[in-house]
């Protein structure tokens, strides 16, 4: 009874998600563990553990969560998609082991939600799967019909099509379309008119069921669409605008899927105007490797790798994609509003600099979060004797509407002469692309650092709370809380304790690294 005092009140201060398992019974669960559920704990305590588990992965989830009550041993570790309450899908990562509880076996869990970070990674999957379909150099029909199927693998899309600018008609003519689009007159007649407000405005446009209300009200269409959801997205390739990207579902589109609409819609667009210059004769103004360092930048930067590499990454693929004469990027400090650079290359000095929010050329597209290119330009900071830049932009780092930084590029005049005056407005579009993909990456390396405090501050609880279940000396909890601080973090770890009067410390436990700290 001592010991499950202890572990109860352990379970209820921990932020992590807690529970015990009794047959198939859940028999205790903590606050946190109601709050990642959704259920009350009352309701959670008539509920079989495997009620939790998607239909379809119910059985094998029992029989996984019995078999690890049965056999005991080792701790069990697997992800789990969960869904709440209200019907949400959640992926977690449980931690599950054999224990005694009220003098029976028992599973002793601990949850925590890897959605995010699992999510963040999806999607950067998709946007490398994208570039690898445009790189190829598809045409239209077989460019469009990948881009529908790698879409409609991550989101809904129950209509989907792109249209673009007939020289000969002047208005839009789809060149590719499934789903309702092409079987429905009412439909084309109602998205035909989105579509032109999309045009007009040159931005995303969110036909909702209020959204066409109004219009039917005002009797510009004659009905709400089936389905009722719409996003419509201009293509563009620079300054030019083309045409549009269609998709249609029976729910809202979410702010994450929304922005893969939109990228998928400027590499897209990009892809398009390339095909359609070099079928007139043309001459693409990108390098015809544009994609493909797009594509191999996407591979580098998704993968696994501590900070320093990620930032060095960053610079290095951006001065590959622009042929820049330096590059700078900056990481944003929201709680000060500020900005430092933390990874530069080039003739400007500017490792470490500081810049407050509106301050320079990075500063101001901070405040705006819009991209800015500056002729004759050179920061304060940079002594006078440095050459000045023909030409500089500066692009703002965006993800999830949070600003990650900003990035600096730059074109000096060498020997009096610059082989650029400005960057054309696809070279932009190709550099902001870049700015994006640069943004996923140092977010999702945030969540992944966030999501592995979170996975090591677990154990360490759950290890304490195996031995507060199970063991009545302190000592025994905090040696196990020692032993497993430095099998996962590889730390040197001695845990002590204040006693008598006045207090010293006294030594409780420690690891294998405890002879350095007491020499020290």
């Known amino acids: 009874e001592a010991g499950e005092a202890k572990f109860f009140s352990l379970a209820e201060m921990a932020g992590a998600a807690v529970f015990v398992y009794q047959g198939t019974r859940f028999c205790y669960v903590n606050s946190a563990f109601a709050r990642l559920t959704g259920y009350s704990g009352d309701?959670?305590?008539?509920?079989?553990?495997?009620?939790?588990?998607?239909?379809?992965?119910?059985?094998?989830?029992?029989?996984?969560?019995?078999?690890?009550?049965?056999?005991?041993?080792?701790?069990?570790?697997?992800?789990?998609?969960?869904?709440?309450?209200?019907?949400?899908?959640?992926?977690?990562?449980?931690?599950?082991?054999?224990?005694?509880?009220?003098?029976?076996?028992?599973?002793?869990?601990?949850?925590?939600?890897?959605?995010?970070?699992?999510?963040?990674?999806?999607?950067?999957?998709?946007?490398?799967?994208?570039?690898?379909?445009?790189?190829?150099?598809?045409?239209?029909?077989?460019?469009?019909?990948?881009?529908?199927?790698?879409?409609?693998?991550?989101i809904p899309l129950e209509a989907f099509a792109v249209?673009?600018?007939?020289?000969?008609?002047?208005?839009?003519?789809?060149?590719?379309?499934?789903?309702?689009?092409?079987?429905?007159?009412?439909?084309?007649?109602?998205?035909?008119?989105?579509?032109?407000?999309?045009?007009?405005?040159?931005?995303?446009?969110?036909?909702?069921?209020?959204?066409?209300?109004?219009?039917?009200?005002?009797?510009?269409?004659?009905?709400?669409?089936?389905?009722p959801y719409w996003l419509i997205v201009p293509l563009t390739a620079g300054e030019h605008l083309f045409g549009v990207l269609v998709a249609g579902a029976s729910r809202l589109y979410g702010e994450e899927e929304q922005r893969l609409l939109e990228l998928a819609a400027s590499l897209g667009g990009l892809a398009l105007s390339r095909l359609y210059d070099l079928s007139a004769g043309g001459n693409f103004s990108p390098e015809s490797d544009s994609f493909s360092v797009l594509y191999e930048a996407t591979r580098a930067l998704t993968l696994p790798c501590n900070r320093a590499r990620l930032l060095s990454a960053i610079v290095e693929h951006a001065m590959r994609l622009m042929h820049p004469s330096g590059c700078a990027l900056y990481l944003c400090d929201p709680l000060q509003k500020e900005l430092e650079a933390v990874e530069v290359r080039g003739e400007w000095k500017l490792q470490g600099t500081r810049l407050e929010f509106g301050q320079e050329l990075v500063g101001q597209v901070a405040m705006t979060q819009q991209v800015a290119m500056a002729g004759h330009y050179r920061p304060a900071n940079v002594p006078d004797k440095e050459a000045i830049a023909v030409v500089a932009v500066a692009v703002p780092l965006i993800f999830g509407g949070e600003l990650e930084g900003a990035l600096l590029i730059y074109d000096l005049e060498e020997n009096g002469r610059t082989s650029r005056r400005e960057y054309t407005s696809t070279e932009m579009q190709l550099l902001t692309f870049f700015a994006d993909i640069a943004a996923i990456a140092l977010n999702n390396a945030a969540l992944f650092e966030e999501t592995r405090r979170r996975l090591v501050e677990v154990e360490v609880l759950y290890q304490a709370s195996l031995s507060a279940a199970q063991i009545h000396s302190v000592r025994a909890v905090a040696q196990r809380i020692a032993e497993t601080l430095e099998q996962l973090m590889g730390w040197q770890v001695s845990v002590w304790v204040l006693e008598g009067e006045p207090p010293r410390p006294q030594l409780l436990a420690y690891g294998g690294g405890y002879q350095l700290i007491e020499k020290a």
């Open 43 to 154: 309701e959670l305590l008539r509920m079989n553990f495997y009620d939790l588990a998607l239909p379809e992965n119910r059985k094998s989830f029992r029989l996984w969560g019995l078999r690890i009550q049965r056999e005991g041993g080792e701790p069990q570790k697997q992800e789990w998609v969960i869904l709440t309450k209200s019907g949400e899908e959640r992926r977690v990562e449980l931690t599950v082991s054999s224990v005694e509880y009220a003098g029976k076996p028992a599973g002793l869990g601990m949850a925590v939600d890897v959605s995010a970070l699992w999510r963040a990674r999806r999607f950067e999957k998709t946007i490398a799967h994208l570039l690898h379909i445009v790189k190829q150099g598809l045409e239209e029909r077989e460019l469009l019909s990948a881009i529908h199927a790698a879409l409609q693998e991550e």
């Open 163 to 227: 249209a673009v600018h007939a020289s000969s008609s002047g208005t839009v003519e789809y060149v590719y379309q499934a789903g309702f689009v092409d079987s429905d007159e009412d439909v084309q007649r109602t998205l035909a008119y989105g579509i032109q407000r999309a045009l007009r405005s040159a931005q995303s446009l969110a036909g909702t069921p209020s959204f066409w209300q109004e219009a039917v009200e005002q009797g510009v269409i004659g009905a709400i669409p089936c389905p």
